[in-house]
Protein backbone atom coordinates (compact mmCIF):
# COMPACT_ATOMS: atom_id res chain seq x y z
CA UNK A 1 0.00 0.00 0.00
CA UNK A 2 1.62 3.28 -1.02
CA UNK A 3 0.73 6.79 0.60
CA UNK A 4 -0.72 9.90 -1.37
CA UNK A 5 -0.59 13.19 0.91
CA UNK A 6 -3.59 15.69 -1.37
CA UNK A 7 -2.77 19.02 -0.72
CA UNK A 8 -5.50 21.14 -2.07
CA UNK A 9 -4.17 24.49 -1.16
CA UNK A 10 -5.61 27.70 -2.31
CA UNK A 11 -7.72 29.61 -4.82
CA UNK A 12 -8.56 27.14 -7.58
CA UNK A 13 -7.23 24.41 -5.46
CA UNK A 14 -9.80 22.44 -3.61
CA UNK A 15 -11.87 22.48 -7.06
CA UNK A 16 -9.27 21.10 -9.29
CA UNK A 17 -8.62 18.60 -6.44
CA UNK A 18 -11.80 17.60 -6.12
CA UNK A 19 -11.77 15.97 -9.47
CA UNK A 20 -8.33 13.67 -9.00
CA UNK A 21 -9.66 12.07 -5.78
CA UNK A 22 -12.79 11.36 -8.14
CA UNK A 23 -9.83 9.32 -10.41
CA UNK A 24 -8.46 8.17 -7.58
CA UNK A 25 -11.40 6.69 -6.13
CA UNK A 26 -12.19 5.43 -9.82
CA UNK A 27 -8.91 3.32 -9.73
CA UNK A 28 -8.79 2.40 -6.13
CA UNK A 29 -11.95 0.66 -6.79
CA UNK A 30 -12.04 -0.07 -10.58
CA UNK A 31 -8.66 -0.90 -11.24
CA UNK A 32 -7.24 -2.44 -8.27
CA UNK A 33 -5.39 0.70 -7.09
CA UNK A 34 -3.42 0.20 -3.62
CA UNK A 35 -2.53 3.79 -2.30
CA UNK A 36 -3.99 5.66 1.07
CA UNK A 37 -5.05 8.98 1.04
CA UNK A 38 -4.14 11.49 2.97
CA UNK A 39 -4.73 15.01 3.76
CA UNK A 40 -2.87 18.34 4.72
CA UNK A 41 -2.57 22.12 4.63
CA UNK A 42 -0.37 23.88 2.30
CA UNK A 43 0.14 27.58 1.72
CA UNK A 44 -2.50 30.59 2.42
CA UNK A 45 -5.34 28.23 4.09
CA UNK A 46 -2.57 26.90 6.05
CA UNK A 47 -0.96 30.30 7.04
CA UNK A 48 -5.44 31.15 8.43
CA UNK A 49 -4.67 27.54 10.26
CA UNK A 50 -1.79 27.66 12.03
CA UNK A 51 0.69 30.70 11.12
CA UNK A 52 3.04 28.88 8.97
CA UNK A 53 2.64 28.26 5.37
CA UNK A 54 5.09 24.77 5.28
CA UNK A 55 3.64 23.41 9.34
CA UNK A 56 4.91 20.60 11.09
CA UNK A 57 1.73 18.48 10.37
CA UNK A 58 2.30 18.95 6.90
CA UNK A 59 6.05 18.13 6.89
CA UNK A 60 5.71 15.29 8.96
CA UNK A 61 3.09 13.59 6.44
CA UNK A 62 5.05 14.89 3.50
CA UNK A 63 8.18 13.25 4.11
CA UNK A 64 6.23 10.34 5.09
CA UNK A 65 4.46 9.66 1.84
CA UNK A 66 5.50 8.15 -0.85
CA UNK A 67 4.14 10.56 -3.37
CA UNK A 68 2.35 13.96 -2.45
CA UNK A 69 -0.01 15.44 -5.06
CA UNK A 70 -0.32 19.80 -4.44
CA UNK A 71 -2.91 21.56 -6.35
CA UNK A 72 -1.79 25.46 -5.89
CA UNK A 73 -1.06 27.71 -3.78
CA UNK A 74 -1.10 31.60 -2.92
CA UNK A 75 -3.66 34.91 -3.70
CA UNK A 76 -3.88 38.20 -2.62
CA UNK A 77 -4.96 37.36 0.90
CA UNK A 78 -1.36 36.85 2.18
CA UNK A 79 0.03 38.39 -0.45
CA UNK A 80 1.27 41.13 2.17
CA UNK A 81 2.23 39.15 4.79
CA UNK A 82 6.24 38.74 5.66
CA UNK A 83 8.37 36.56 3.29
CA UNK A 84 8.49 33.56 6.31
CA UNK A 85 4.63 33.17 6.08
CA UNK A 86 3.81 33.76 2.24
CA UNK A 87 2.29 30.56 0.56
CA UNK A 88 5.25 30.61 -1.97
CA UNK A 89 7.47 30.49 1.03
CA UNK A 90 5.83 26.68 1.83
CA UNK A 91 6.12 25.81 -1.58
CA UNK A 92 9.52 26.44 -1.83
CA UNK A 93 9.91 24.68 1.73
CA UNK A 94 8.48 21.54 0.98
CA UNK A 95 10.15 21.38 -2.25
CA UNK A 96 13.40 21.43 -0.23
CA UNK A 97 12.39 19.63 2.55
CA UNK A 98 11.74 16.45 0.02
CA UNK A 99 15.65 16.74 -1.49
CA UNK A 100 13.19 16.99 -4.70
CA UNK A 101 15.99 17.61 -7.32
CA UNK A 102 14.35 17.06 -10.84
CA UNK A 103 11.54 18.92 -12.11
CA UNK A 104 10.10 17.38 -15.70
CA UNK A 105 8.38 19.40 -17.42
CA UNK A 106 6.33 17.97 -20.57
CA UNK A 107 5.24 20.37 -23.08
CA UNK A 108 2.76 18.31 -25.97
CA UNK A 109 0.15 19.92 -28.14
CA UNK A 110 -2.51 17.63 -28.52
CA UNK A 111 -4.23 18.39 -32.35
CA UNK A 112 -7.71 19.06 -30.69
CA UNK A 113 -6.09 22.31 -29.24
CA UNK A 114 -3.26 23.65 -32.10
CA UNK A 115 -5.22 26.75 -32.37
CA UNK A 116 -3.78 27.59 -29.01
CA UNK A 117 -0.63 27.56 -29.52
CA UNK A 118 1.52 30.41 -29.80
CA UNK A 119 3.34 29.37 -32.68
CA UNK A 120 1.84 28.35 -36.21
CA UNK A 121 -0.09 24.83 -36.27
CA UNK A 122 2.35 23.30 -38.91
CA UNK A 123 5.33 24.37 -36.73
CA UNK A 124 3.69 22.25 -33.49
CA UNK A 125 1.67 19.85 -34.74
CA UNK A 126 2.52 16.51 -32.65
CA UNK A 127 4.71 18.45 -30.37
CA UNK A 128 5.97 16.45 -27.40
CA UNK A 129 8.98 17.76 -25.57
CA UNK A 130 10.27 16.64 -21.96
CA UNK A 131 11.85 19.20 -20.04
CA UNK A 132 14.40 18.16 -17.25
CA UNK A 133 15.50 20.99 -15.21
CA UNK A 134 17.90 20.40 -11.98
CA UNK A 135 16.17 22.28 -9.09
CA UNK A 136 18.23 22.24 -5.87
CA UNK A 137 21.48 23.55 -7.21
CA UNK A 138 23.09 25.88 -9.59
CA UNK A 139 22.94 29.54 -9.26
CA UNK A 140 19.60 29.78 -7.32
CA UNK A 141 21.76 28.52 -4.52
CA UNK A 142 25.49 28.77 -5.03
CA UNK A 143 27.23 30.08 -2.40
CA UNK A 144 28.96 32.96 -1.68
CA UNK A 145 26.03 35.02 -2.91
CA UNK A 146 25.18 38.18 -1.90
CA UNK A 147 25.20 42.18 -2.21
CA UNK A 148 28.24 44.17 -0.82
CA UNK A 149 29.95 47.53 -1.25
CA UNK A 150 33.06 47.25 -3.29
CA UNK A 151 36.18 48.97 -2.34
CA UNK A 152 35.21 52.14 -4.80
CA UNK A 153 32.25 52.67 -2.59
CA UNK A 154 29.69 50.92 -4.85
CA UNK A 155 27.02 48.72 -3.86
CA UNK A 156 27.88 44.83 -6.02
CA UNK A 157 25.22 42.00 -6.14
CA UNK A 158 27.28 38.65 -7.04
CA UNK A 159 26.20 34.79 -7.23
CA UNK A 160 27.86 31.45 -7.75
CA UNK A 161 26.97 28.64 -10.77
CA UNK A 162 28.66 25.74 -9.10
CA UNK A 163 27.47 22.22 -10.33
CA UNK A 164 29.32 18.98 -8.92
CA UNK A 165 30.26 15.86 -10.69
CA UNK A 166 27.12 14.01 -9.04
CA UNK A 167 24.85 16.83 -9.41
CA UNK A 168 25.41 16.83 -12.49
CA UNK A 169 25.55 12.74 -13.07
CA UNK A 170 22.25 12.62 -11.15
CA UNK A 171 19.85 14.79 -12.86
CA UNK A 172 21.71 13.48 -15.99
CA UNK A 173 20.28 9.84 -15.19
CA UNK A 174 16.95 10.85 -14.78
CA UNK A 175 17.06 12.06 -18.11
CA UNK A 176 18.63 9.61 -20.36
CA UNK A 177 15.98 7.32 -18.16
CA UNK A 178 13.36 9.35 -19.41
CA UNK A 179 14.39 9.43 -22.75
CA UNK A 180 14.54 5.78 -22.79
CA UNK A 181 10.98 5.27 -22.37
CA UNK A 182 10.17 8.25 -25.35
CA UNK A 183 11.91 8.75 -28.63
CA UNK A 184 15.47 8.11 -26.89
CA UNK A 185 17.04 11.45 -27.95
CA UNK A 186 18.42 13.42 -24.95
CA UNK A 187 19.42 17.24 -25.63
CA UNK A 188 22.04 18.65 -23.00
CA UNK A 189 21.71 22.31 -23.04
CA UNK A 190 24.87 24.55 -21.32
CA UNK A 191 26.71 27.90 -22.46
CA UNK A 192 29.83 25.70 -21.87
CA UNK A 193 31.35 28.32 -24.43
CA UNK A 194 31.75 30.98 -21.37
CA UNK A 195 30.97 28.85 -18.45
CA UNK A 196 33.69 26.51 -16.87
CA UNK A 197 30.46 25.08 -14.34
CA UNK A 198 28.99 24.46 -18.19
CA UNK A 199 32.06 22.55 -19.53
CA UNK A 200 32.14 20.39 -16.21
CA UNK A 201 28.15 19.80 -17.03
CA UNK A 202 29.10 18.61 -20.60
CA UNK A 203 31.30 16.26 -20.06
CA UNK A 204 29.80 14.88 -17.37
CA UNK A 205 27.14 14.29 -19.19
CA UNK A 206 28.83 12.88 -21.99
CA UNK A 207 30.24 10.67 -19.51
CA UNK A 208 27.33 9.37 -18.20
CA UNK A 209 26.21 8.80 -21.42
CA UNK A 210 27.97 5.58 -22.02
CA UNK A 211 26.02 3.81 -19.63
CA UNK A 212 22.59 4.69 -22.10
CA UNK A 213 24.39 3.79 -26.06
CA UNK A 214 20.63 3.40 -26.76
CA UNK A 215 19.83 7.08 -26.03
CA UNK A 216 21.17 9.43 -28.58
CA UNK A 217 22.84 12.47 -26.91
CA UNK A 218 23.54 15.61 -28.34
CA UNK A 219 24.46 19.00 -26.96
CA UNK A 220 23.02 22.54 -27.59
CA UNK A 221 24.31 26.29 -26.13
CA UNK A 222 21.50 27.70 -24.46
CA UNK A 223 21.47 31.05 -26.36
CA UNK A 224 20.61 29.02 -29.40
CA UNK A 225 18.26 26.12 -27.31
CA UNK A 226 15.79 29.23 -27.28
CA UNK A 227 16.06 29.86 -30.71
CA UNK A 228 15.51 26.31 -31.66
CA UNK A 229 12.61 26.08 -29.08
CA UNK A 230 10.56 28.57 -31.43
CA UNK A 231 12.10 27.66 -34.92
CA UNK A 232 11.79 24.34 -35.14
CA UNK A 233 10.75 22.98 -31.35
CA UNK A 234 9.81 19.47 -32.98
CA UNK A 235 13.90 18.48 -33.15
CA UNK A 236 13.45 17.97 -28.95
CA UNK A 237 12.44 14.87 -27.42
CA UNK A 238 13.95 15.22 -23.81
CA UNK A 239 16.09 18.31 -22.95
CA UNK A 240 18.17 18.50 -19.36
CA UNK A 241 19.86 21.30 -18.32
CA UNK A 242 20.84 23.21 -15.23
CA UNK A 243 18.36 25.13 -12.71
CA UNK A 244 18.34 28.83 -14.28
CA UNK A 245 18.29 27.69 -18.26
CA UNK A 246 15.99 25.25 -17.43
CA UNK A 247 13.82 27.71 -15.12
CA UNK A 248 13.60 30.07 -18.31
CA UNK A 249 13.31 27.17 -21.20
CA UNK A 250 10.30 25.41 -19.42
CA UNK A 251 8.34 28.58 -19.40
CA UNK A 252 9.10 29.38 -22.81
CA UNK A 253 8.12 25.59 -23.90
CA UNK A 254 4.84 26.42 -22.40
CA UNK A 255 3.65 28.66 -24.12
CA UNK A 256 4.45 26.31 -27.26
CA UNK A 257 1.06 24.33 -25.76
CA UNK A 258 -0.88 27.41 -25.73
CA UNK A 259 -2.98 26.99 -21.86
CA UNK A 260 -1.54 27.02 -18.76
CA UNK A 261 -4.22 25.18 -17.41
CA UNK A 262 -2.90 21.87 -19.35
CA UNK A 263 0.58 21.86 -18.13
CA UNK A 264 1.66 19.14 -15.19
CA UNK A 265 4.58 19.05 -13.43
CA UNK A 266 6.99 16.44 -11.29
CA UNK A 267 9.60 16.95 -8.65
CA UNK A 268 11.34 13.95 -8.10
CA UNK A 269 14.45 12.50 -5.55
CA UNK A 270 16.57 9.32 -6.73
CA UNK A 271 14.20 6.68 -4.86
CA UNK A 272 11.20 7.71 -6.81
CA UNK A 273 9.17 10.02 -3.86
CA UNK A 274 8.09 12.64 -5.80
CA UNK A 275 5.75 16.00 -5.61
CA UNK A 276 2.96 16.67 -8.21
CA UNK A 277 1.91 19.64 -9.58
CA UNK A 278 0.28 21.83 -11.88
CA UNK A 279 2.87 24.41 -13.79
CA UNK A 280 -0.22 27.36 -13.07
CA UNK A 281 -0.80 28.91 -9.78
CA UNK A 282 -3.91 29.09 -7.90
CA UNK A 283 -6.20 31.81 -10.16
CA UNK A 284 -7.80 33.55 -7.73
CA UNK A 285 -9.75 35.62 -9.98
CA UNK A 286 -12.00 32.89 -10.96
CA UNK A 287 -11.73 30.51 -7.79
CA UNK A 288 -15.04 29.43 -6.13
CA UNK A 289 -16.77 30.08 -9.58
CA UNK A 290 -16.09 26.03 -10.73
CA UNK A 291 -14.68 27.27 -14.09
CA UNK A 292 -11.38 26.18 -13.65
CA UNK A 293 -9.62 23.85 -15.80
CA UNK A 294 -8.93 20.43 -14.36
CA UNK A 295 -7.30 19.54 -16.76
CA UNK A 296 -3.35 20.08 -15.52
CA UNK A 297 -4.15 18.52 -12.29
CA UNK A 298 -5.28 15.48 -13.65
CA UNK A 299 -2.21 15.42 -15.88
CA UNK A 300 0.18 15.57 -12.22
CA UNK A 301 -1.66 12.62 -11.12
CA UNK A 302 -1.16 10.83 -14.60
CA UNK A 303 2.82 11.85 -13.57
CA UNK A 304 2.27 10.64 -10.16
CA UNK A 305 0.58 7.40 -11.36
CA UNK A 306 3.79 6.86 -13.65
CA UNK A 307 6.82 8.35 -11.67
CA UNK A 308 6.23 7.14 -7.95
CA UNK A 309 3.67 4.38 -8.16
CA UNK A 310 5.44 2.89 -11.36
CA UNK A 311 1.43 2.22 -12.51
CA UNK A 312 2.71 3.23 -16.42
CA UNK A 313 -0.79 1.95 -17.73
CA UNK A 314 -2.44 3.46 -15.66
CA UNK A 315 -0.92 6.79 -16.47
CA UNK A 316 -1.29 6.28 -19.72
CA UNK A 317 -5.44 5.28 -19.28
CA UNK A 318 -5.43 8.66 -17.72
CA UNK A 319 -3.98 10.38 -20.30
CA UNK A 320 -5.59 9.33 -22.83
CA UNK A 321 -8.73 9.85 -20.99
CA UNK A 322 -7.83 13.34 -21.09
CA UNK A 323 -6.70 13.48 -24.57
CA UNK A 324 -10.54 11.58 -25.32
CA UNK A 325 -12.49 14.52 -23.82
CA UNK A 326 -11.19 17.59 -25.00
CA UNK A 327 -11.67 16.07 -28.25
CA UNK A 328 -14.89 15.42 -27.70
CA UNK A 329 -15.40 19.12 -26.50
CA UNK A 330 -15.00 18.96 -22.53
CA UNK A 331 -13.31 22.33 -22.56
CA UNK A 332 -13.40 24.89 -19.46
CA UNK A 333 -13.38 28.46 -20.36
CA UNK A 334 -10.10 29.40 -20.64
CA UNK A 335 -9.72 26.56 -23.56
CA UNK A 336 -12.99 26.89 -25.41
CA UNK A 337 -12.94 28.32 -29.27
CA UNK A 338 -15.29 31.30 -30.63
CA UNK A 339 -18.89 29.46 -29.90
CA UNK A 340 -18.51 26.46 -28.23
CA UNK A 341 -19.94 25.68 -25.01
CA UNK A 342 -17.31 25.69 -21.91
CA UNK A 343 -17.84 23.16 -18.90
CA UNK A 344 -17.70 23.49 -15.67
CA UNK A 345 -14.99 22.19 -13.52
CA UNK A 346 -17.31 19.04 -12.08
CA UNK A 347 -18.37 18.23 -15.58
CA UNK A 348 -14.92 17.73 -17.09
CA UNK A 349 -14.00 15.33 -14.06
CA UNK A 350 -17.35 13.24 -14.31
CA UNK A 351 -16.13 13.23 -18.62
CA UNK A 352 -12.75 11.84 -17.97
CA UNK A 353 -13.68 9.26 -15.37
CA UNK A 354 -16.22 7.93 -17.91
CA UNK A 355 -14.00 7.55 -20.31
CA UNK A 356 -11.87 5.62 -17.68
CA UNK A 357 -14.49 3.30 -17.00
CA UNK A 358 -15.16 2.73 -20.66
CA UNK A 359 -11.63 2.22 -20.91
CA UNK A 360 -11.37 -0.22 -18.12
CA UNK A 361 -14.24 -1.95 -19.00
CA UNK A 362 -13.16 -2.99 -21.93
CA UNK A 363 -10.08 -4.18 -20.72
CA UNK A 364 -11.07 -6.73 -18.63
P1 LIG B 1 -2.12 31.98 -12.19
O1 LIG B 1 -1.48 30.85 -12.89
O2 LIG B 1 -2.82 31.66 -10.92
O3 LIG B 1 -3.17 32.70 -13.15
C1 LIG B 1 -2.80 33.31 -14.39
C2 LIG B 1 -4.05 33.35 -15.30
O4 LIG B 1 -4.32 32.03 -15.76
C3 LIG B 1 -5.31 33.83 -14.59
O5 LIG B 1 -6.10 34.58 -15.49
C4 LIG B 1 -6.04 32.54 -14.21
O6 LIG B 1 -7.44 32.67 -14.13
C5 LIG B 1 -5.62 31.62 -15.36
N1 LIG B 1 -5.54 30.23 -14.92
C6 LIG B 1 -4.55 29.65 -14.20
N2 LIG B 1 -4.85 28.37 -13.95
C7 LIG B 1 -6.04 28.12 -14.52
C8 LIG B 1 -6.88 26.98 -14.61
N3 LIG B 1 -6.55 25.79 -14.06
N4 LIG B 1 -8.07 27.10 -15.25
C9 LIG B 1 -8.43 28.25 -15.83
N5 LIG B 1 -7.67 29.37 -15.80
C10 LIG B 1 -6.49 29.30 -15.14
O7 LIG B 1 -0.97 33.07 -11.95
P2 LIG B 1 -1.03 34.45 -11.13
O8 LIG B 1 -2.34 35.12 -11.34
O9 LIG B 1 0.24 35.14 -11.48
O10 LIG B 1 -0.91 34.01 -9.59
C11 LIG B 1 -2.03 33.87 -8.72
C12 LIG B 1 -1.53 33.34 -7.39
O11 LIG B 1 -0.97 32.04 -7.57
C13 LIG B 1 -0.43 34.19 -6.78
O12 LIG B 1 -0.63 34.23 -5.38
C14 LIG B 1 0.84 33.42 -7.12
O13 LIG B 1 1.87 33.67 -6.19
C15 LIG B 1 0.35 32.00 -7.03
N6 LIG B 1 1.13 31.02 -7.81
C16 LIG B 1 1.20 29.78 -7.28
C17 LIG B 1 1.86 28.78 -8.00
C18 LIG B 1 1.87 27.40 -7.43
O14 LIG B 1 1.09 27.10 -6.54
N7 LIG B 1 2.72 26.52 -7.94
C19 LIG B 1 2.42 29.05 -9.26
C20 LIG B 1 2.28 30.34 -9.78
C21 LIG B 1 1.61 31.33 -9.04
Known amino acids: MKNILLLPGDGIGPEI ?22 YAD ?17 RAKARAADA ?26 IRADLGLFANLRPAHVMDALIDRSALKA ?12 ELTGGIYFGQPRGIETN ?40 KMNVLESSQLWRETVAAVAAD ?12 NAAMQLVRDPRQFDVIVTGNLFGDILSDEASMLT ?48 RHSLQEESLAWLLENAVKESISQGYRSADIVADGQQAYSTTAIGDAVCREMEAALARSV
Not at 42 to 58: K, R
Not at 71 to 91: F, H, I, S, Y
Not at 122 to 133: H, N, T, W
Not at 216 to 223: C, G, K, Q, S, W
Request: net charge negative.
Open 258 to 305: GSIGLLPSASLRDDGVGLFEPVHGSAPDIAGQGSANPYAMLLSLAMLL
Open 122 to 133: ERVRGLDILIVR
Open 151 to 190: AAGEREGYNTLRYSESEVRRIARVAFEAARGRQKRLCSID
Open 17 to 38: MAEAEKVLHLLQEQAGLAVALD
Open 212 to 223: YPDVALTHMLVD
Open 42 to 58: LGGCAVDASGEPYPEAT
Open 68 to 93: VLLACVGGPKWDNLPRAQRPETGLLA
